[in-house]
């Protein structure tokens, strides 16, 4: 069974840095295309950070590039996301999704068949 569990959620102030990790089990990890998606409240999810099986190439939101880093730890089934320069408009519930099939749209939820539970990041001015 399927199972990926984030962690490393926190509140901290704008400017401010946090690791996201997503650890998965119960799969062949290292075949999955891994992405990070977020959520506000009232807002649709978005997807923030994807990353190719292997380790790369690696896709950003517009609003991210620069700030965050996609990467993985095949040997440790862990997904990492490196949030530098955090802004208020970062706060969300943040998700990691898998799946072994890829239709091109790496930003979209429905590509997605596994999903974390999330991790709350809370950004303040």
């Known amino acids: 069974q399927v199972q990926l569990v984030e962690s490393g959620g926190g509140s901290v102030q704008a400017g401010g840095s946090l690791r996201l990790s997503c650890v998965a089990s119960g799969y062949t990890y290292h075949n999955a295309y891994m992405a990070w998606f977020r959520q506000a409240p009232g807002k649709e999810r978005e997807g923030v950070a994807f990353?190719?099986?292997?380790?790369?190439?690696?896709a950003y939101a517009d609003s991210v590039k620069g700030r965050f880093t996609i990467s993985q730890d095949n040997a440790k089934n862990t997904l990492t996301l490196q949030m530098n320069s955090l802004k208020p408009e970062d706060t969300a519930m943040y998700y990691c999704?898998?799946?072994?099939?890829?239709?091109?749209?790496?930003?979209?939820?429905?590509?997605?068949?596994?999903w974390g539970q999330g991790t709350q990041v809370t950004v303040s001015s």
């Open positions: 999704a898998a799946d072994w099939r890829y239709g091109g749209r790496w930003n979209s939820p429905a590509q997605y068949a596994y």
């Open positions: 990353i190719w099986p292997g380790g790369s190439p690696t």
